[in-house]
């Protein structure tokens, strides 16, 4: 009964692992062809004076709407300007009409002040919405970015996979199913 049950359990754990979620319904890719969004776009800032500047390295095949695009204060006393983006790519998206976006990279210009006199940490909002060229279309993705002070932006680190926790469940119980399977009917000889 326990081996039954074990077995279901399996069985239903791979199902609901490889379900396409409601959004990839009816599209030939399955979402193990997309990148996580923190992986196809990632972002990050650095401070260059009275600018702010943010940059976003984009995975290939991928693209960032233009208009999309927002940077806003999070720090308090932080006034930011709107950002200067250079131009796009113009493409005609399926879901967007006529738009443009950057692929590979981009970088906004932000012109800031502080009322504070810099007794809080700079700390900006990000907002920005990007698709695959496969097909998939990410929703708004807001970010809190704390701007580095030099001449290079600090690589964003990106979080583990999602799907690790589950690959290492799945093979601890499919190694202790198969441990059980395979000891059906032997006994243990326990020297005395």
Request: hydrophobic share 45%; net charge neutral; aromatic share 10%.
């Amino acid at each position: 009964m326990v081996g039954f049950f074990l077995i279901a359990l399996l069985l239903g754990a791979a199902g609901t692992a490889l379900a396409k979620p409601w959004w990839m319904r009816g599209i030939d890719s399955n979402e193990t062809d997309f990148l996580p969004p923190d992986v196809a776009f990632r972002v990050a800032a650095r401070i260059d004076g009275d600018v702010l500047k943010v940059r976003w390295v984009i995975a290939d095949g991928y693209y960032l709407y233009r208009q999309k695009i927002e940077v806003k204060a999070e720090s308090p006393d932080l006034v930011v300007a709107t950002p200067v983006l250079p131009p796009g790519v113009v493409k005609t998206d399926p879901y967007l009409g006529t738009q443009q976006v950057y692929m590979q990279q981009v970088e906004a210009a932000v012109p800031y002040s502080r009322l504070d006199a810099g007794a809080h940490p700079v700390q900006i909002k990000v907002t920005y919405q990007g698709c695959a060229e496969a097909g998939l279309c990410y929703p708004p993705i807001t970010k809190v970015v704390f701007p580095t002070a030099g001449s290079s932006p600090v690589a964003v680190s990106v979080p583990p996979y999602p799907w690790e926790g589950i690959a290492i469940i799945g093979g601890a119980c499919a190694f202790l199913l198969a441990g059980w399977v395979l000891r059906k009917g032997r006994k243990l000889d326990i020297p005395s």
